[in-house]
T-cell receptor, first 113, second 115 residues
Framework: DQQVKQNSPSLSVQEGRISILNCDYTNSMFDYFLWYKKYPAEGPTFLISISSIKDKNEDGRFTVFLNKSAKHLSLHIVPSQPGDSAVYFCAASGGGSNYKLTFGKGTLLTVNP | DAGVIQSPRHEVTEMGQEVTLRCKPISGHNSLFWYRQTMMRGLELLIYFNNNVPIDDSGMPEDRFSAKMPNASFSTLKIQPSEPRDSAVYFC?????????????FGPGTRLLVL
């Protein structure tokens, strides 16, 4: 039973355009959401997060949007750069196990020059 | 600054052998996590330590898996005996807090192949 779902295994965009990565969750107890980026042969690295009390958080080219009623969040990258090509994981925490991150299976983003 | 250090980076072993994975968390971090990544199940939390004490081991698949944290700078994940289905990438992560809002810093992972 996947509580965090990333339904698109892959996404390809042109350099300079917007990349939108989506994530859905089922556990209404989740109250903190994170995006991690992973390059091959490396561990995931933290990218951006959002608390459930907000609906948007921005950090440079990266913006995360949260729609609690739809249990949906998205990561926008504008403009996309070839160096952004990586696997992006959505993760969530909250409820009784605040330390535990539940990850989605990831979306492979390819930014073409 | 050194990040989370894991060794070995790659391990190939035969079914039935004992495998020990090692992790050195970031200095000053008091929480340590072991994760396993597979194609089928994605990234799963195996065990969580806080201040060297195992807090949650509900993700450990079975008794063949054990983890220890004898001090704040070292942890091991042991599989004995290993089986082909244990083949995966194992990540160690550390953080400075206890909540999910604290950023977890991941090591590069150990890629395990059990033949």
């Amino acid at each position: 039973d996947q509580q965090v779902k990333q339904n698109s295994p892959s996404l390809s965009v042109q350099e300079g355009r917007i990349s939108i990565l989506n994530c859905d969750y089922t556990n209404s107890m989740f109250d903190y959401f994170l995006w991690y980026k992973k390059y091959p042969a490396e561990g995931p690295t933290f990218l951006i997060s959002i608390s459930s009390i907000k609906d948007k958080n921005e950090d440079g080219r990266f913006t995360v949007f949260l729609n609690k009623s739809a249990k949906h969040l998205s990561l926008h990258i504008v403009p996309s750069q070839p160096g952004d090509s990586a696997v992006y994981f959505c993760a969530a925490s909250g409820g009784g196990s605040n330390y535990k991150l539940t990850f989605g299976k990831g979306t492979l983003l390819t930014v073409n020059p | 600054d050194a990040g989370v250090i894991q060794s070995p980076r790659h391990e190939v072993t035969e079914m039935g052998q004992e495998v020990t994975l090692r992790c050195k968390p970031i200095s000053g971090h008091n929480s340590l996590f072991w994760y396993r990544q597979t194609m089928m199940r994605g990234l799963e939390l195996l065990i969580y330590f806080n201040n060297n004490v195992p807090i949650d081991d509900s993700g450990m698949p079975e008794d063949r898996f054990s983890a220890k944290m004898p001090n704040a700078s070292f942890s091991t994940l042991k599989i004995q005996p290993s089986e082909p289905r244990d083949s995966a990438v194992y990540f160690c992560a550390s953080s400075s807090g206890t909540g999910g809002s604290e950023t977890q810093y991941f090591g590069p992972g150990t890629r395990l192949l059990v033949l």
